[in-house]
């Protein structure tokens, strides 16, 4: 795993207190240890990650949706729901869209269907707190197989736009998720939970959201 980056002893957020600067300390680090760990899956390197500040952490944390499986002070696995950007995706409907990003699981943990729950908790949270979502899309590497297959399973369909990554040369897919947000309070929640206390049991993990208490 790669060492934590240094904190600046100057940095205004190094004063502040409570559970958003220890959640955008504890985002900073498992997003370097992501893109070190998993560097197929991820535009950023761990450098630059490396150059943003707490402030950025805190920022993504009240921004977006971060859903992570977290065990003692360590994240083992993160997801986010962010909403659509407001130039480059003009033509999708910010009220009823939501791009899934940055989905990682530790290594240790790979394996055990654990990135699927975890992406089921983050709908369950999402739509929650916004009931008129109801599609879900996402980019992935084509080399990324792994991953392509997990969201094929999940029932994510390629919708045959393509992004080409000029710094790596890599090619993005497009996958989309429609579904009812009625069906998807109405089903599999209790059995969702269910599964998350098992791997509470076995793994020692919890899940959350950042900003949030532990579930």
Same mark, same amino acid.
């Given at each position: 795993?790669?060492? *934590?980056? &240094?904190?600046? &002893?100057?940095?205004?957020?190094? =004063?502040?207190?409570? *559970?958003?600067?220890?959640? &955008?300390?504890? /985002?900073? #680090? &498992?997003?370097?240890?992501s893109v070190s760990t998993s560097p197929e899956a991820f535009l950023k390197t761990?450098?630059? $990650?490396?150059?943003?500040?707490?402030?950025?952490?805190?920022k993504e944390i009240q921004s977006s949706t971060w859903a992570v499986i977290?065990?003692?002070?360590? /994240?083992?696995?993160?997801? $986010?729901a962010?909403?659509?950007?407001?130039?480059?995706?003009?033509?999708?409907d910010p009220k009823t869209s939501r791009f899934i990003e940055s989905v990682w699981i530790d290594p240790g943990l790979r394996g055990r269907r654990m990135g699927e729950r975890l992406m089921r908790f983050l709908f369950e949270v999402e739509c929650e707190k916004c009931p008129d $979502?109801?599609?879900l899309l996402l980019w992935v590497f084509d080399k990324n197989h792994r991953a392509i297959r997990l969201y094929e399973r999940m029932g994510f369909k390629d919708t045959g736009q393509r992004n080409v990554d000029t710094r790596g040369g890599r090619t993005e897919l497009q996958y989309q998720l429609?579904?009812?947000t009625a069906v998807v309070k109405a089903t599999g929640k209790a059995v969702n939970k269910?599964?998350? #206390?098992?791997?509470?049991?076995?793994?020692? $993990?919890?899940?959350? =959201?950042?900003?949030a208490n532990t579930e």
């Open positions: 795993m790669t060492a *934590s980056p &240094a904190l600046s &002893a100057k940095s205004p957020a190094e =004063t502040r207190q409570g *559970s958003g600067l220890r959640d &955008a300390r504890i /985002l900073q #680090r &498992a997003i370097c240890d761990a450098d630059d $990650v490396n150059e943003f500040s707490l402030d950025h952490w805190e977290e065990r003692g002070q360590e /994240l083992v696995g993160i997801a $986010v962010r909403w659509p950007h407001r130039e480059m995706d003009q033509d999708i $979502v109801m599609q429609a579904f009812d269910a599964a998350r #206390r098992e791997d509470l049991r076995q793994f020692g $993990v919890t899940y959350r =959201t950042l900003g």
